[in-house]
């Protein structure tokens, strides 16, 4: 077996890496072209160099919306970890019915963004309007938190069966001799549980920052970068440069931008895993 | 491991070879394809008349053998997905710019139609669009838009049509139900909605008058910069909506276009802005010829004795200068068919609206005929400058500031800023 994998490999490999290159390998490559040209279309594109980059680096919104999408990944990241984390513990304590559990906390997440987005923008102006507070698309701070709240809603869910599968892969005999050596509950939260589900928090930071970095289609609907572009973040911004102004050079500048975006989430995620991966532990 | 590396590499050359051989090939077989026959691929606009575009289309291929595609764009999409279909190799031969600043994303891709059999049919010069001299569109349709007025509870108020000619009249009139509302049932607006499914009517379509009134004095068609003139009249109309209307002005934010037509439909309220597109919804919905009108939008600039309802076109036809020989002429004699047949003139005029064609069908659309009654009683339309608007990003601009200034979070002076100093940098921006 173990001969026949060294031997075959290529042929197993093959379909992702074709996949891979044909979906991202090639369109990154085009589009790392592309953010130095001016151009209507992919087809009729002209070589400028780098003043897409010189406009891209010096457009404030676009630095607005960089500040208000890492806030925005760092609350949201932190908040949906933990409270994520709590619920796996909490479900994996053998209570009743905690399978019913499990599936209600995980359902939101097959919802669509828009429509979650809409269904939301309903509820929280509602809740606002009650409130005499000004609605969702009038003010970037309720816009923000009405963000924070959909992105939990959605997320958590995921992360905690995730969670639940790596404490559940803790061996039952670690707990019991710890419990044996008089440690208590909080002790083996911490000295025991937390460090086995290391690869598991790696795994949850990873998607909760990339999700808070590229969201978009719940900044669309929920707020739509109101009031005036404050609520905007950044792959929104991108979407906005390309096509809320005619003529050729705003197609570049938006390239240009979803360059340095991509070029700064892969960096973050880059750096999140070293350090993540460097707290895990072999079992 | 050495060996490893080679392998993938070579594995990597080979796959990225298929790939582009695949792209190349393609490419090849397709123009042999089109070179034997011409076809039509229409990208349409309006998804409200996908259904009839689709008959019609399947018609003409009955009737001639000629292929014809017709896709229609998701609402709010059609920019997008323009981009994406026409590098395609099946690409649209047939697609629409919304005027002037449309076409400057467009026109390395506008065939000149200036000496096409649809170009003879125009009933006006005025409805081609040019790029210097070349005819890049061709507006197939004429639309108007005005207050639609629901008689019925205009009477039950004490007024008729007659009572209203002027902006000091509507005030008064609106003033008037307002204070009665309750005993009424009724409020004068409908909701000025400032979600995304409703705002244009304000940050476009209303923002069209003080635009037309400034053009006026100066005599001038489009600007790079725009002085605000009329702003004043634009406020009081934008005030007279918002503090006259079914909800509280804190609540525009979060209205949307069907609620406006819903509260008009019931019967929530007598006025409610909108264009000719509405009609067919307004009669679905059971309301009747005898009920509705539609009358100009006053705001206390220019003749108001003369003023008409607010008409023109933001769809102009353009066919793809890209497509092959066949492919373009077999569009134009397409659209020719269209806008001369019997059966394609009476979907145009029944689906669409009002063509300004040389053999158009006639109309039974309210709306349009109320436009036609004013312009032969003398009055003249309002044309539609909002072609000339800088961008989406100053549209949004002065939409937001609306918004806000609706709800009390921002100040009057936001507007004038949003729609005066967002003008010139919007033109200076796309002038880079």
Redesign the interface.
């Known amino acids: 077996m173990e001969k026949a994998i060294r031997k075959y490999w ?1 042929i197993f ?2 379909p992702t ?2 996949a891979f ?2 979906g991202f390998i ?1 369109p990154f490559t085009q589009g790392l072209y592309l953010s130095f040209c001016k151009f ?5 594109a002209t070589f400028i160099g780098f003043g897409n980059y010189a406009y891209a680096i010096r457009d404030a919104e676009f630095w607005h919306s960089f500040w208000f999408t890492a806030l925005f990944t760092v609350v949201s990241t932190v908040l949906i970890n933990v409270i994520a984390f709590a619920i796996a513990l909490a479900l994996t304590n053998k209570i009743k019915g905690s399978n019913l559990f499990r599936t209600v906390f995980f359902m939101p997440n097959l919802i669509g963004g828009i429509v979650l987005g809409y269904i939301w ?2 509820l929280l ?1 509602c809740v606002l ?1 009650l409130l ?1 507070k ?6 970037a701070t309720y816009g923000f938190i009405g963000l924070i709240i959909l992105m939990c809603w959605q997320q958590i869910g995921y992360m905690m069966i995730i969670y639940i599968a790596g404490l559940q892969s803790i061996p039952e005999d670690y707990i019991e001799a710890a419990k044996i050596d008089g440690a208590t509950t909080r002790q083996i939260l911490f000295k025991i549980k937390i460090p086995n589900v290391m690869p598991s928090i790696t795994i949850c930071s990873f998607l909760t920052i990339t999700n808070g970095f590229k969201l978009f289609d719940q900044n669309l609907a929920l707020t ?1 970068g ?3 572009h404050a609520s905007e973040m950044l792959a929104l911004n991108i979407y ?1 440069t390309f ?7 705003w197609k570049g500048y938006g390239q240009a931008k979803a360059v340095i975006f991509c070029i700064m989430v892969i960096a973050i995620s880059m750096i999140q895993l070293k350090v993540t991966k460097s707290k895990e532990v072999q079992q | 491991m050495k060996m490893k590396k080679v392998l993938a590499l070579g594995l990597v050359a080979m796959m990225t070879a298929t790939v582009f051989a695949g792209c190349g090939s393609d490419a090849g077989s397709s123009k042999d394809d089109s070179s034997a026959s011409g076809k039509v691929y229409y990208l349409n606009f309006k998804p409200e008349a996908d259904e009839a575009w689709q008959e019609i289309a399947k018609q003409y291929t009955e009737e001639t053998g000629v292929e014809v595609t017709v896709i229609t764009a998701a609402s709010g999409t059609y920019e997008e997905t323009l981009s994406a279909e026409i590098v395609k190799d099946e690409a649209p031969t047939l697609f629409q710019v919304n005027g002037p600043v449309g076409l400057a994303n467009w026109k390395d891709y506008c065939y000149d139609l200036k000496d096409s059999s649809l170009y003879n049919e125009l009933t006006s010069d005025s409805y081609a669009l040019y790029d210097g001299d070349a005819v890049a569109g061709i507006a197939y349709v004429i639309e108007s838009y005005g207050l639609i007025v629901n008689k019925d509870l205009l009477s039950q108020a004490g007024y008729s049509l007659e009572d209203i000619a002027s902006f000091d009249d509507l005030k008064k009139v609106a003033e008037d139900i307002t204070a009665r509302s309750s005993e009424l049932g009724f409020s004068a607006f409908t909701s000025a909605g400032m979600d995304g499914s409703s705002d244009w009517r304000f940050k476009t379509h209303l923002a069209n008058l003080p635009i037309y009134f400034e053009y006026q004095d100066k005599g001038i068609d489009t600007t790079d910069a725009i002085e605000g003139k009329y702003l004043d009249n634009y406020k009081a109309i934008w005030d007279l909506y918002i503090n006259n209307s079914t909800c509280a002005p804190a609540d525009l934010a979060s209205k949307t276009g069907d609620d406006a037509e819903n509260e008009f439909a019931n019967g929530e309220a007598v006025f409610y802005q909108n264009g000719s597109w509405e009609y067919a919804n307004l009669t679905d919905k059971g309301m009747t010829d005898d009920q509705l009108a539609m009358i100009p939008i006053y705001i206390g600039a220019g003749d108001e004795a003369k003023q008409g309802l607010c008409t023109g076109t933001e769809n102009y036809w353009c066919v793809n200068s890209e497509a092959s020989e066949e492919d373009i002429q077999a569009t134009i004699d397409f659209l020719t068919w269209m806008v001369t047949s019997d059966a394609g003139t009476k979907m145009l005029s029944e689906q669409i609206g009002v063509i300004p064609f040389k053999s158009a069908a006639d109309t039974n659309n309210l709306f349009v005929l109320n436009d036609r009654d004013y312009t032969d009683a003398g009055k003249t339309p309002v044309s539609w400058n909002f072609t000339t608007m800088p961008s989406e990003e100053w549209k949004n601009g002065v939409g937001s500031a609306l918004t806000a200034y609706a709800a009390g979070t921002g100040t009057w002076d936001d507007v004038v800023k949003a729609f005066v100093d967002g003008w010139a940098l919007e033109y200076a921006a796309s002038a880079q």
């Open positions: 290529p490999v093959l890496l074709a290159c044909v090639y209507t279309t992919i087809k009729k923008q309903i102006n309007s005499e000004p609605l969702l698309a009038l003010n739509g109101e009031p005036a906005n096509y809320s102004r005619t003529g050729p050079q």
